[in-house]
């Protein structure tokens, strides 16, 4: 049994426990996760849709409220992720994915009539939802896995998340050239492609029992080589960005910088390799060692204990919140157990925690989504050339990463070092966003690029934040359709600020312009005054969101002040390893309880 140190690593043995192990399934969440962006490049493509089909600015902003509505409510993908294994719902977005890009390709193309506005919409938003059926069984999938380190895991899933929207603009800059409709193709065929390469890996793993290479201390290593090379790879990002607005670049040159994306993006499969051949190497040893024998407490007990303590808890019998008539489950409903306990779906719906975090998240997402998706707009009315715009829309996605990184790791270290909530963070971030906000609001020459940064940031910092508080808080049982109904606000928010005031402020100011009219004319604002006011107004909404997180932080500080992971920590301390030579007391004889 005992391998050499190099061929070890070159048996199919070997090669089979890489790709059905659990690093294996990390990386394959990368990699789904880094081609599912597609919804955070509408300001690349959102001109060739409105001069090919002749939108007004309101419309436009309808096409991206729905791109949003589609990337957001999933909870449809999350109801089908708890009952089906993910491959199942990695399949469905693949068909969505296919169905709803390839009309929009085909429309804008010319290739098919021009469809109604309210068919496009359809499109987009079919097109859009398949993106929350890859985020929900790739990102949920991967939290379960690795509960310990929730945070970090969603700050890197997250992370990669943001990055694909400057991953496309590379890949389509290298694959079609500077063409944006063939941006859409790209965003019909890739993720579909990826999903079918790497959806079997997607499944949820028994949790391991403690060993050096399972440890927190150990995985949360491997993450952090996950985070390096996501750095990496995010500077050079950033610098092919900069280089390719000041040099014009070849076909062969951008074909050149698609590769290295590649190889880049290819590259944490190292760590994996690495990972497993730790695990073969600490088996090889376990080997070689006295047999031990496990002595574990039966799985009945443990359920007798755990129903044992929901009784006196809640003063419940347990079958009562698995089969119950409706008036008990109703009330059963506004009896929710203790934060970090598992709620049911309901229990969590109808919790103040929930909807305090629900209404500051549609402050927050709804103003930074309202800048991204008029990024575009916004540079033209602004006076920028077009080579700049399209450099503010990848420092967003660039900035949008390294926001989801910054808050997801800090977060993580913050509260287990230093006990500092995550709810607190979602305040910093808020009140950091109305910087932005302000620098387009006023118009302040030259400041679109530090606006697109701090938008970028905060909208990438925001997610992996609230995704961990809502698992925190309300567990990991329904996390699949909890986690989808804190996205729901992002669209309610986009609509509310991006459609009813952004797009009706931006059409006004451009029929002022036009003589009082859009009908046959450029439908195109020129000015500080075309975003002055919704930005201002988009500005107030998000301090009032910062003001209900800081509710929000005064009702959950004594339960961040507790041990959150503990009962985590626990699931291997009723496992004792006997060496075989002792003896073990026969199963009929009484247990002495621990104290």
């Not at 070890?8 to 399934?25: C, D, E, H, K």
């Not at 309101?58 to 791109?67: D, G, H």
Request: glycine share 8%; proline share 4%.
């Amino acid at each position: 049994m005992a391998l050499a140190s190099g061929s070890g690593m070159l048996t199919p043995r070997f090669g089979r426990q890489v790709f059905l192990g659990r690093w294996f399934m990390v990386f394959a969440s990368v990699m789904i996760l880094s081609a599912s962006g597609a919804t955070f490049i509408f300001g690349m493509y959102s001109k060739v849709l409105k001069t090919s089909l002749g939108y007004d600015q309101r419309t436009l902003n309808t096409l991206a409220f729905f791109k949003d509505l589609g990337y957001n409510v999933g909870i449809l993908a999350g109801l089908i992720n708890e009952v089906t294994p993910p491959w199942i719902g990695l399949s469905i977005g693949a068909a969505l994915n296919m169905f709803g890009y390839l009309m929009i390709y085909l429309a804008i193309d010319g290739r098919t009539a021009r469809p109604p506005v309210w068919l496009m919409c359809i499109y987009i938003c079919v097109g859009a939802n398949s993106q929350s059926f890859t985020n929900t069984c790739a990102l949920v999938t991967c939290v379960k896995n690795f509960p310990e380190s929730r945070g970090i895991v969603l700050g890197l899933l997250k992370s990669f998340t943001g990055l694909s929207g400057a991953i496309f603009a590379q890949l389509y800059l290298a694959i079609y050239g500077d063409d944006a409709k063939s941006l859409v193709l790209l965003i019909a065929w890739l993720p579909v492609a990826v999903s079918i390469l790497f959806g079997h890996a997607i499944r949820i793993m028994p949790y391991p029992r403690s060993s050096p290479s399972n440890s927190t201390t150990s995985t949360n290593r491997a993450f952090y080589r996950f985070l390096y090379i996501s750095v990496a790879l995010a500077g050079f990002l950033l610098v092919m960005i900069v280089v390719q607005q000041r040099i014009s670049f070849t076909h062969a040159a951008y074909a050149g910088s698609g590769a290295a994306v590649l190889l880049l993006v290819f590259l944490p499969l190292v760590v994996v390799v690495k990972q497993e051949y730790k695990i073969l190497k600490e088996h090889e040893e376990s080997l070689q060692e006295p047999p031990t024998l496990v002595v574990e407490e039966p799985a009945v007990l443990q359920m007798v204990d755990q129903e044992q303590k929901t009784t006196i808890e809640t003063g419940l019998e347990p079958s009562s919140s698995s089969s119950c008539s409706p008036v008990s489950c109703l009330k059963h409903m506004f009896s929710p157990p203790a934060r970090g306990e598992d709620y049911t779906i309901l229990q969590a719906l109808v919790s103040i925690d929930m909807l305090l975090l629900f209404l500051a998240t549609i402050c927050g997402a709804g103003g930074t989504l309202t800048a991204i998706d008029n990024m575009g707009q916004i540079g033209q009315s602004l006076g920028y050339p077009a080579k700049t715009i399209n450099t503010f829309v990848s420092l967003i996605s660039i900035w949008n990463y390294a926001g989801r990184i910054v808050s997801g790791f800090t977060s993580e270290i913050l509260l287990s070092r230093y006990k500092f909530p995550r709810t607190l963070m979602v305040t910093m971030v808020l009140l950091l966003s109305c910087v932005g906000h302000l620098l387009i609001a006023f118009g302040v020459p030259q400041s679109l690029y530090l606006a697109s940064v701090l938008v970028g940031f905060c909208f990438g910092a925001l997610w992996p934040l609230v995704y961990a508080i809502i698992s925190e808080v309300f567990g990991l049982k329904y996390y699949s359709t909890l986690y989808n109904f804190g996205t729901v606000a992002s669209p309610i928010g986009a609509y509310l600020l991006n459609v009813r005031v952004s797009g009706y402020f931006y059409d006004v100011e451009a029929a002022k312009q036009h003589g009082g009219s859009l009908a046959g004319v450029d439908k195109t604002c020129m000015g500080v005054q075309c975003f002055k006011k919704s930005f201002l107004i988009v500005t107030a909404v998000t301090v009032f969101g910062m003001l209900v997180s800081l509710v929000l932080v005064w009702r959950t500080r004594k339960f961040y002040k507790g041990d959150i992971y503990a009962r985590f920590r626990d699931t291997t301390a009723s496992a004792k390893v006997i060496p075989a030579g002792d003896s073990v007391m026969d199963e009929g004889e009484p247990r002495k309880e621990e104290e």
